[in-house]
């Protein structure tokens, strides 16, 4: 079993930074990669940000913006969100691929607003 867990959404104002976290844990022996992914409402799930080694992949629109890290020993990958946008609400869900096998996080709602 493999328990994946996100944490630091919230409010913030326009310009404003947050930090998101995600944790795997359980039977986690080798993964492949972790990233983020976000559903505004009535949108589409989107990929955010993907890390796959030390390569990183992003959606146009956050480059510049956001940044994804990870920490193996931790089995923990980040998301420092920089210069919010409106557009950035949504609920923004944590993957993690171990072996062939997706694992989602519950997710975490980040909302920018004034």
């Known amino acids: 079993q493999v328990q994946v867990v996100e944490s630091g959404g919230g409010l913030v104002q326009p310009g404003g930074s947050l930090r998101l976290s995600c944790a795997a844990s359980?039977?986690?022996?080798?993964?492949?990669?972790m990233g983020w992914y976000r559903q505004a409402p009535g949108k589409q799930r989107e990929l955010v940000a993907g890390?796959?080694?030390?390569?990183?992949n992003y959606e146009d629109s956050v480059k510049g913006r956001f940044t994804i890290s990870k920490d193996s020993a931790k089995n923990t990958v980040y998301l420092q969100m920089n210069s919010l946008i409106p557009e950035d609400t949504a609920v923004y869900y944590c993957h993690v691929t171990i072996n062939t096998k997706v694992y989602w996080g519950q997710g975490t709602q980040v909302t920018v607003s004034s």
């Open positions: 359980g039977t986690v022996f080798s993964i492949y990669a």
């Open positions: 890390i796959i080694s030390s390569s990183t």
